[in-house]
């Protein structure tokens, strides 16, 4: 009798002492990451814990490397920032990290300079379209200049990807011509002259249009998928734009030249 109660009394125990351990009883802390990234993944010892910053995170307590990833390839040129930190039990550590600022800036029509105001006075940035990736966004706004332009003002954003346009007006030309210097040419064919380059600097500009808008759609296609593949087709109707656009313009030229000889 003593000997089957010992023996209930012990077999729970011997039981018990054998079980596995439950390893998912983990002593967890917790991680808030903030950074000035509008969509970023939050890697945890490279697993992803977030979709994006700003959210706190449950995480195993001790060392953990801790990383930002871009939604986008390459969005930040390679510079995805990542730091070892300490989690404590039952603790939320607060980690900020922050990744480059980067900026597209384009201006219709394309090859305009692009200035920025700092202490040391304007400095020449670069030409339209141009791509630039900073530590700190810019604190003034940008100049965008080209000759027989008026001169256009952008206020930059400061998130981790900025896309900015810029339309320049052009300048309004005031020639005075001596009457006795006019040139004298058949009425008829003057007239087909200028209707003529009107109609390619209406057309031409239709077709910049045209392409400008479908860059600018496969550039927000590659925002959401981050396909390198588009880059290519991106700079292809930049270009025809740009060609159009320069086309449109000294058609306009020769139009306003001839209109100011009458």
Same mark, same amino acid.
């Given at each position: 009798?003593? @000997?089957?109660?010992?023996?209930?009394?012990?077999?729970?125990?011997?039981?018990?002492?054998?079980?596995?351990?439950?390893?998912?009883?983990?002593?967890a802390?917790?991680?808030? /990451?903030? @950074?000035?990234?509008?969509?970023?993944?939050?890697l945890?010892?490279?697993?992803?814990?977030?979709?994006q910053?700003?959210?706190?995170?449950?995480?195993?307590?001790?060392?953990?490397?801790?990383?930002?990833?871009?939604?986008?390839?390459?969005?930040?040129?390679?510079s995805?920032?990542?730091?070892?930190?300490?989690v404590?039990?039952?603790?939320?550590?607060?980690?900020? =990290?922050n990744?480059?600022?980067?900026?597209?800036?384009?201006?219709?029509?394309?090859g305009?300079?692009?200035?920025?105001t700092t202490?040391?006075?304007?400095?020449?940035?670069? +030409?339209t379209?141009?791509?630039? $990736?900073?530590?700190?966004?810019?604190?003034q706004?940008?100049?965008?200049?080209?000759?027989?332009?008026?001169a256009?003002?952008?206020?930059?954003?400061a998130?981790?990807?900025?896309? $900015?346009? /810029?339309?320049?007006?052009?300048? +309004?030309v005031t020639?005075?011509?001596?009457? +006795?210097?006019?040139? /004298?040419?058949?009425q008829?064919? @003057?007239?087909?002259?200028e =209707?003529?380059?009107?109609?390619?600097?209406l057309?031409?500009?239709?077709v910049?249009? $045209?392409?400008?808008?479908k860059?600018? +759609?496969?550039?927000?296609?590659?925002?959401?998928?981050g396909?390198?593949?588009?880059?290519?087709?991106?700079?292809? #109707?930049?270009?025809? @734009?740009?060609?159009?656009?320069?086309t449109a313009?000294?058609? #306009?030229?020769?139009?306003? #030249?001839?209109?100011?000889?009458?």
């Amino acid at each position: 009798m003593r @000997s089957s109660l010992a023996l209930l009394i012990f077999l729970p125990a011997l039981l018990l002492a054998q079980a596995p351990r439950d390893t998912s009883l983990v002593a967890a802390g917790y991680l808030l /990451v903030e @950074s000035n990234a509008a969509s970023a993944y939050v890697l945890v010892d490279g697993v992803r814990v977030a979709k994006q910053p700003g959210r706190i995170v449950s995480v195993d307590a001790g060392t953990r490397v801790v990383r930002l990833e871009p939604a986008l390839v390459d969005q930040w040129n390679g510079s995805n920032p990542e730091e070892t930190v300490s989690v404590q039990p039952g603790d939320t550590l607060t980690l900020r =990290l922050n990744v480059p600022y980067g900026y597209r800036i384009d201006s219709m029509p394309q090859g305009a300079n692009v200035y920025a105001t700092t202490e040391d006075g304007r400095v020449h940035l670069g +030409e339209t379209p141009l791509v630039l $990736h900073r530590t700190q966004p810019f604190d003034q706004p940008l100049s965008i200049e080209k000759p027989g332009f008026e001169a256009g003002e952008l206020a930059t954003g400061a998130t981790d990807w900025n896309t $900015h346009t /810029v339309l320049l007006n052009p300048l +309004e030309v005031t020639t005075t011509v001596d009457p +006795e210097l006019r040139l /004298v040419r058949p009425q008829r064919n @003057s007239r087909l002259v200028e =209707l003529a380059a009107a109609g390619l600097a209406l057309g031409a500009g239709i077709v910049s249009i $045209h392409y400008k808008f479908k860059a600018d +759609e496969l550039y927000r296609e590659y925002e959401d998928t981050g396909d390198p593949s588009v880059r290519s087709e991106i700079e292809r #109707f930049d270009r025809i @734009s740009g060609v159009a656009l320069g086309t449109a313009q000294v058609s #306009f030229g020769v139009l306003a #030249f001839r209109l100011i000889l009458r």
